[in-house]
């Protein structure tokens, strides 16, 4: 395991201004969000629109590596030149999602386990081969009445673990992802709890698999009400508790934190991280930026509507959504950058 460049890697997709786009919805995912939209599900449709992202011109100003699935980083352009040659050749380093979706846990009604974990070594050196440096693997966890339960948190955790010493040992960075979801009418405090005991599970379990801390990513929810619940928190509550949590359960040697945006609305995601690096900046050990799908893609999907007269305004949309983005991570975000020209 060559350490060192891993950790060589984590460091560039943490860098400066920049962030992760996630592009890796899976094939179920995108149609779903296409459908919503009245656009083709189709292979030929969800490459088109990849291609639109992959194309739009200057996202490699603010974007550090980009997340694929299986079937688009096999995919290519109009033109037959594959979608990760182009990321390359803007710098944007490639990634892929390498977890095969998460299932129902036998014997936890309402709780998830994450499958992928046959055969993952040898998907791995295929994945590395194709030019993928770092890999990502999402775990699902759900608030409600009796859950989640300490055993769905274990597995989460044991699963991620081992998925992130697979990473490691085929040379890809391991973005570990365990995601509270919003889902439910929970309160704030009550994602803190259990925010704060899956993290400390997931940091338990990689100490436990010797996976190298510096050589990780890691992709939280931030601390959030559930999104049924009448709590309207301001952005001084969402940065304290967000920031506190890491504080207590996420070592300094972990590179960076990149968050998912788990269904916010895009801007507020923007304002969120922006609160958090103006109020904590200069007390974080690690770097704090975002890994966002919907938060960044959402405008652009609604805008192009799987019409080719659209590709432009949806470019233009992504790339301003990723310089939002980016603004927050230097803490310069401001809500003019919404209506200034774009
Ligand atoms: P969202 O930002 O839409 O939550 O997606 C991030 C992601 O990668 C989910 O796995």
């Known amino acids: 395991?060559?350490?060192?460049?891993?950790?060589?890697?984590?460091?560039?997709?943490?860098?400066?201004?920049?962030?992760?786009?996630?592009?890796?919805e899976s094939t179920a995912t995108c149609n779903k969000r296409f459908q919503e939209?009245?656009?083709?599900?189709?292979?030929?449709?969800?490459?088109?629109?990849r291609d639109l992202i992959v194309n739009a011109p200057g996202l490699e100003e603010y974007i550090s590596g980009a997340i694929l699935f299986d079937e688009t980083i096999k995919q290519s352009t109009a033109d037959g030149t594959l979608f990760i040659d182009i990321l390359k050749h803007k710098g944007i380093i490639p990634g892929?999602?390498?977890?095969?979706?998460?299932?129902?846990?036998?014997g936890f009604p309402g709780e998830k386990i994450t499958e992928g974990l046959d055969g993952l070594g040898d998907r791995l050196k295929n994945y590395y081969k194709m030019g993928a440096r770092f890999a990502k693997w999402r775990a699902v966890i759900t608030i409600g009445a009796d859950i989640p339960s300490p055993t769905c948190i274990k597995a989460n955790a044991y699963t991620l673990a081992r998925y992130a010493m697979f990473c490691q040992e085929a040379g890809l960075?391991?973005?570990?992802?365990?995601?509270?979801v919003m889902d439910g009418d929970h309160s704030l405090q009550k994602c803190a709890e259990v925010t704060t005991e899956?993290?400390?599970?997931?940091?338990n379990a990689l100490y436990q698999h010797r996976v190298d801390l510096e050589g990780i990513i890691l992709k939280p929810n931030m601390i959030l009400p559930g999104e049924n619940s009448p709590e309207k928190p301001g952005l001084d509550e969402v940065a304290e508790a967000t920031i506190k949590c890491f504080l207590k359960t996420v070592p300094a040697s972990v590179p960076g934190i990149a968050f998912l945006s788990g269904g916010q609305q895009a801007a507020l995601a923007s304002e969120r991280l922006n609160r958090m690096h103006t109020r904590f900046g200069d007390v974080m050990p690690w770097v704090l930026t975002f890994s966002f799908s919907r938060a960044i893609q959402q405008p652009a999907l609604e805008l192009w509507k799987g019409n080719d007269d659209n590709i432009v305004a949806a470019q233009r949309a992504l790339v301003h959504r990723a310089a939002c983005n980016s603004a927050a991570k230097m803490g310069v975000y401001s809500a003019d950058m919404e209506t200034g020209p774009q």
């Open 37 to 49: 939209l009245g656009i083709p599900q189709t292979e030929e449709y969800r490459r088109k629109y």
């Open 198 to 203: 899956v993290i400390h599970a997931l940091f």
């Open 173 to 180: 960075v391991p973005i570990v992802e365990p995601e509270v």
């Open 1 to 24: 395991m060559d350490t060192s460049t891993l950790k060589t890697i984590a460091y560039q997709l943490m860098q400066g201004n920049k962030g992760l786009l996630a592009m890796d």
């Open 96 to 106: 892929i999602k390498v977890d095969e979706g998460a299932i129902p846990m036998a």
